[in-house]
């Protein structure tokens, strides 16, 4: 059974930081690009940094310079640092998992993270 657990979301002051964690199981972990997606009511899903398989990283312009994201492959687990957080980062997180061999993605459940102001 595949699980992709996301974990580190809550409710932070513009101008701070969050740790988002991803922890997989039931895939093949080092064979998956993995990244985060966030979504606002109302608003289409938004790609927010992805980390292939090779640790190449990838993200939108809107985070670039405040967000990192990294892989630790013996943990199967993904993170996404987020720092200088401003209230437009609010939305529910989620991490997923995409392998070239596969036609479908797995998706966590996502977590909650709130920027105020």
């Known amino acids: 059974q595949v699980q992709l657990v996301e974990s580190g979301g809550g409710l932070v002051q513009a101008g701070g930081s969050l740790r988002l964690s991803c922890a997989a199981s039931g895939i093949a972990f080092n064979s998956n690009t993995m990244g985060w997606y966030r979504q606002t009511p109302g608003k289409q899903r938004e790609l927010v940094a992805t980390i292939t398989t090779g640790g190449s990283t990838n993200y939108v312009d809107s985070v670039k310079g405040r967000f990192t994201i990294s892989r630790d492959n013996a943990k199967n687990t993904v993170y996404l640092q987020m720092n200088s957080l401003k209230p437009e980062d609010t939305a529910v997180y989620y991490c997923?998992?995409?392998?070239?061999?596969?036609?479908?993605?797995?998706w966590g459940q996502g977590t909650q993270v709130t920027v105020s102001s």
């Open positions: 997923y998992a995409r392998a070239s061999y596969r036609s479908y993605d797995y």
